[in-house]
């Protein structure tokens, strides 16, 4: 595999992670980022794609997964097939979100193989997708959001949902766990979880009123989330803020893995919206649930 330069953001008693991988496609590399702990639980496949692999040029250079940011359908869709090629799936198993900035969860299953691809959605404001039926591929999609990886492991079940800062003040990964816990009976104790590349606290500056929303949620850990900057300017850390989240959900420290990849920091590996000023394509995250027998 090439050597890839990817900046981490130390912290301090924990181990790097996602980890990047690497698979041969014919004759291209395909690198991506991969979480040890949900790899262990060995009832999925997942992944959180780089901007590396794919055939968009540009801007969108060049595994860019988004259709509706300006950049030409063969290609995304091509770059699509590269990653079920990766992941091992059908270009016809996977299935999308349609993200904006809610927290609306949507159970979805093998009807919905397809959609936001090769076919129509039929649903929209979307921002996490559960199931509980083999083969699916979960789809979200970011470019400094925070993604949130979970996996069942005594249920047989999974969610994977985008997080910006209005799904987090919003408790988007309570959301998930709930709406899992609803359809599946999932216990939030045998839930494995991650939190996905985004943007760090330090590149994330944001105005006093979002300031303000997450110190009235987050009472009692502002200093834990926000550095005042002055001027009515903070720093964000949306990081801890969705670990909080997650862990008063009642998912385990041991079960939850946290990233230390920021988006905006890896601006040649990784799209970011604010790196790159809004000229941009999006990473894609994918979580499906293996077949019992495939284990």
Wanted: charge should be neutral.
């Amino acid at each position: 595999m090439a050597e890839y330069t990817l900046v981490r953001k130390e912290r301090e008693g924990r181990q790097p992670t996602p980890v990047m991988r690497s698979r041969l496609l014919a004759s291209v590399e395909f690198p991506y980022l991969s979480f040890p702990i949900l790899e262990r639980t060995g009832i999925v496949e997942h992944c959180f794609t780089t901007r590396l692999g794919g055939i968009s040029r540009g801007i969108y250079e060049s595994l860019n997964l988004s259709f509706t940011r300006g950049d030409d359908r063969l290609a995304v869709e091509e770059n699509f097939r590269r990653v079920s090629k990766a992941l091992g799936c059908r270009y016809e198993d996977f299935v999308l979100s349609d993200q904006t900035h809610t927290t609306n969860v949507r159970r979805v299953g093998k009807v919905d193989a397809g959609k936001g691809l090769t076919r129509e959605r039929g649903y929209a404001d979307v921002d996490g997708l559960i199931t509980d039926e083999p083969g699916l591929v979960l789809s979200t999609f970011y470019a400094d959001c925070v993604p949130l990886y979970f996996v069942d492991v005594k249920r047989r079940a999974i969610g994977l949902s985008h997080s910006g800062w209005r799904g987090t003040v919003g408790r988007m990964g309570r959301a998930t766990l709930e709406a899992m816990r609803r359809e599946f009976g999932t216990r939030p104790q045998d839930v494995v979880s991650a939190i996905g590349p985004s943007i760090c606290q330090d590149c994330y500056e944001v105005s006093e009123d979002v300031a303000e929303e997450f110190m009235h949620e987050f009472s009692g850990h502002e200093a834990e989330i926000l550095i005042d900057k002055g001027n009515g300017k903070y720093q964000l850390d949306l990081w801890r803020a969705n670990e909080i989240v997650l862990l008063e959900a009642g998912i385990k420290q041991e079960h939850l893995s946290v990233t230390d990849v920021c988006t905006c920091c890896n601006p040649k590996l990784l799209f970011s919206h604010r790196a790159s000023h809004g000229k941009r394509g999006n990473l894609g995250a994918f979580l499906s649930l293996r077949a019992s027998n495939e284990n």
